[in-house]
């Protein structure tokens, strides 16, 4: 549920004075937190890592010349509505543009909230269906949106029995806030309409600081867990949320703890007014070779880029293998030449060609 920004102040989450500035936010962006994340959110500190992703900041008034409504191009890639057909094996299936929260860097700022359809309509989702079912190569359906468990567990399970009966569907993936924003949601109704037979299914938790993994998060995340399904977590790289190796390392290790695997950590995208919470991708790079140091593989993400305008994602991490012969890209793959290799302290190696 969406709220006006005199909630907040009645709840004591910001000062009275910043409801103007808050008013022409909410005119521009949805606002919503949830009791949850409320809860987290220190009103006196004003670097609050939970506060800056949920309350709204005037300055996400200030537009630069590079924001883009549709950063990654949902709609260049979009051949019928509620549907994203960016790569040959998969698609995004959006059949709601409902999110607990309102998080102030979404990417899809300009699609999800009020005024928007908050569901496909029911021709819309059956041609969404056809088009899945036509196209033989789509091994993989993505449900993102707005926040798929919105949805009532018995609109889900139909969704979920709907794909999972296309023989070529083998992977059904569900991108979500809920399980941190509003863990009670996660009923035993909803892990029963997740579970279907004839696919496989994944979670994608969304998460960008570990004081998101509370224990009543945790609980939610072991209801899914303990009932097979596989868990990936995604987050944005914000500045004054997680842009600190710090951060980063006990966010890892919180999801680790979950069973929950680190999988993509987003360098933000170009939505309108966010400038303010995006980092630089040096920084982002340091970032994650500082991480390197400090925690396992098991607890590394994978740093990625959206390309503006639609071309897809691109590991953008730091490198750690630079041929010595600087023409190596231009010859055969298996014409060796020497290399340096960096280890996780920033040392570097040398590494022989093949004989
Ligand atoms: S939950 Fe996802 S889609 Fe919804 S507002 Fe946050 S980032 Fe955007």
């Keep these: 549920m969406t709220l006006d920004p005199v909630d907040l102040v009645a709840?004591?989450?910001?000062?009275?004075?910043?409801?103007?500035?808050?008013?022409r936010v909410a005119e521009k962006f949805a606002?919503?937190?949830?009791?949850?994340?409320?809860?987290?959110?220190?009103?006196?500190?004003?670097?609050?890592?939970?506060?800056?992703?949920?309350?709204?900041?005037a300055a996400?008034?200030?537009?630069?010349?590079?924001d883009q409504a549709d950063p990654i191009g949902d709609e260049r890639w979009s051949p019928l509505p509620g549907l994203v057909h960016r790569y040959p094996d998969r698609v995004l299936l959006k059949p709601s543009h409902v999110c607990p929260v309102y998080c102030r860097f979404c990417f899809r700022r300009e699609m999800v909230g009020p005024g928007k359809d908050s569901a496909l309509s029911d021709s819309a989702y059956a041609s969404a269906l056809d088009y899945i079912r036509a196209n033989k190569d789509i091994w993989?359906?993505?449900?993102?949106?707005?926040d798929p468990l919105m949805l009532s567990p018995r609109r889900l399970s139909q969704v979920m029995n709907d794909l999972a009966a296309i023989d070529h569907v083998r992977i059904i993936r569900i991108h979500t806030r809920v399980p941190v924003a509003d863990p009670s949601r996660i009923s035993d109704d909803m892990v029963q309409a997740l579970k279907v037979d004839r696919a496989t299914v994944w979670v994608a938790l969304h998460a960008n600081h570990a004081r998101e993994l509370t224990e009543?998060?945790?609980?939610?995340?072991?209801?899914?867990?303990?009932?097979?399904?596989?868990?990936?977590?995604?987050?944005?790289?914000?500045?004054?949320v997680n842009d600190s190796v710090g951060a980063l390392e006990a966010l890892m290790r919180a999801f680790v703890e979950c069973r929950i695997k680190p999988y993509y950590l987003h360098h933000g995208d170009l939505a309108p007014g966010t400038a303010h919470l995006r980092t630089t991708l040096a920084q982002g790079q340091a970032l994650m070779g500082a991480l390197r140091g400090r925690v396992s593989g098991l607890c590394q993400p994978q740093y990625v880029l959206d390309i503006p305008g639609g071309a897809g994602k691109s590991p953008v991490g730091p490198n750690y293998l630079r041929a010595e012969n600087s023409f190596v890209g231009e010859r055969d793959a298996d014409q060796e030449t020497r290399y340096r290799v960096t280890d996780y302290c920033g040392e570097v190696h040398l590494y022989p060609p093949r004989p």
């Design 11 to 23: 709840r004591g989450l910001v000062a009275a004075e910043r409801l103007p500035e808050l008013r």
């Design 216 to 240: 009543r998060a945790r609980a939610a995340v072991a209801r899914l867990v303990d009932a097979g399904i596989p868990m990936v977590s995604q987050s944005v790289l914000l500045r004054g």
């Design 31 to 57: 606002v919503a937190v949830t009791d949850d994340m409320a809860a987290l959110i220190d009103p006196a500190d004003p670097q609050d890592p939970i506060a800056a992703q949920f309350v709204p900041n």
């Design 60 to 66: 996400e008034l200030e537009t630069t010349g590079d």
């Design 140 to 146: 993989e359906v993505i449900l993102t949106g707005g």
